[in-house]
């Protein structure tokens, strides 16, 4: 059997030969569970690591909360045939495994600026635990330079182990989007990026077998990094666009939906939607920024843009103060109903930190919490578990109003006629998702409200 540093195609390319083979996967957020389920589906040996008890324990039962039932049960049945493993301890996880996958992500602290001090503790258990002719793949967004600087030096240093001639290092980054699912990841393109070749041609060799799509070989890291990082600036500008035309329809009492499906229709571009979660880039345009302020740089558009998307949360708490007294009340002592929390339509994930502000800034104004996430269960809800309604019905009692954050299909079915025995008229809907139309909420007699559709009229 091949070291890691050295493997070739001949010597996995059977079922059996992958099980020769053991992928720790570090950290078991929904990055690497996707990739312990790539690796498990096609017979290599995985061993999760993770510093929460909880995690581990859940993972045993084959339970995670961004995967399908049936992956679950697959995972549960894994761990029972002794193809997966699930332990806090890194350390005896690296020392018996050929490859390391480390999706450990940069933490954004409270001023909004990274912090690899993740990053780095973990590397340095990585490291000291390192066996000779391992090969460790970055399989989470970095900053660019991180890769061939903080992480190779502290990896080199503590295992003693030059890359590229002792480990491998490579760099590849998934293409992880919220609306993702665990078999939907080998079917997207993968970028491999790698200071020397041995790494390269090792790392890719190992993703080639559990992506059906494109590797795309790079000999330079820091073009991976930039590449993931812009990407997401981008989208974060279109979003930052289409939010700032929402806020200018609320005024101008037009519906930005009919402009968007108009220019559509006549053949111009098109137009990003406006969105209350800037899906697919959590923390990358923060590690841009910076990286600008690395290179000493003032680059005006992507922290504009960040600065916007920001501020949707206070303009949502506008809108409900805004329904709300069109219903004669006031935020204080109302009662606020989130509908649809996980941001993924269909698919668990956990709510992103902007929902946790929401819920924040909701009760510092007076008002009282309701939250009904069909994809969630209690114990996957970490620290909202006392905001959770079993069922709609429940949430919706005595409710002055009701907020719909994602468009789940159970909220497309929504009656109008029943929420308006059970709400606490007049009580207001607010619309995130272009669920209904404005004219039929306020011919209920409900006060509409919804991101760029201002052609409410009441």
């Known amino acids: 059997m091949s070291s890691a540093l050295n493997i070739r195609k001949e010597d996995i390319d059977t079922l059996e030969k992958h099980a020769k083979y053991i992928a720790a996967i570090i950290d078991c957020g929904k990055n690497g569970i996707f990739h312990a389920c790539s690796f498990l589906h096609i017979g290599f040996k995985v061993v999760c690591v993770d510093a929460d008890q909880t995690i581990v324990n859940n993972l045993l039962r084959g339970k995670a909360p961004f995967l399908k039932r049936e992956t679950e049960l697959k995972l549960k049945n894994y761990v029972k045939t002794g193809l997966l493993s699930v332990t806090t301890d890194i350390k005896a996880a690296v020392s018996q495994s050929d490859f390391v996958i480390l999706t450990t992500s940069v933490k954004i602290n409270e001023k909004k600026k990274p912090d690899y ?93 559990i992506t059906k799509n494109v590797v795309k070989k790079l000999g330079n890291i820091k073009i991976a990094e930039a590449t993931v990082l812009f990407e997401a600036v981008q989208h974060d500008v279109n979003v930052a666009l289409a939010n700032e035309f929402a806020l200018f329809c609320e005024k101008a009492n037009v519906d930005y939906l009919e402009i968007v499906q108009l220019a559509k229709a006549c053949g111009y571009s098109e137009l990003p939607l406006p969105t209350f979660i800037v899906e697919k880039i959590e923390e990358k345009p923060y590690l841009f920024l910076e990286t600008i302020e690395n290179f ?19 303009h949502t708490i506008n809108l409900t103060k805004d329904a709300l007294r069109s219903c004669g009340k006031t935020l204080r002592r109302a009662k606020v109903s989130l509908l649809g929390i996980s941001q993924i339509t269909n698919v668990k994930s956990p709510p992103k930190k902007i929902v946790r502000e929401l819920v924040k800034m909701l009760e510092a104004r007076g008002a009282k919490v309701n939250i009904y996430e069909p994809y969630l269960s209690s114990e996957e809800l970490t620290g909202m578990q006392h905001y959770l309604k079993k069922n709609l019905t429940e949430t919706l009692e005595k409710t002055d109003c009701t907020i719909i954050l994602t468009g789940h299909d159970q909220f497309k079915h929504l009656n109008l006629k029943k929420m308006k025995l059970v709400m606490k008229m007049p009580a207001a809907i607010i619309d995130f998702e272009g669920m209904f139309e404005p004219y039929k909420v306020e011919k209920e007699g409900f006060i509409y409200r919804g991101l760029g559709r201002g052609v409410w009229t009441k």
């Open 117 to 209: 001090s993740n990053i780095e503790n973990t590397c340095k258990k990585v490291g000291s635990n390192l066996r000779k002719g391992s090969l460790v793949i970055i399989a989470s967004t970095m900053g660019v330079g991180a890769t061939e600087g903080l992480i190779k030096e502290i990896l080199e240093n503590t295992s003693g182990f030059k890359v590229g001639i002792d480990f491998g290092l490579a760099y590849s980054p998934t293409p992880i989007l919220n609306g993702q699912v665990s078999e939907t990841l080998p079917c997207q393109n993968r970028i491999v990026a790698a200071l020397d070749k041995k790494s390269l041609d090792a790392a890719s060799t190992i993703l080639e077998t």
């Open 296 to 314: 000493d740089l003032k680059l005006r558009l992507p922290a504009i843009a960040r600065e916007i998307n920001e501020e949707i949360v206070k």
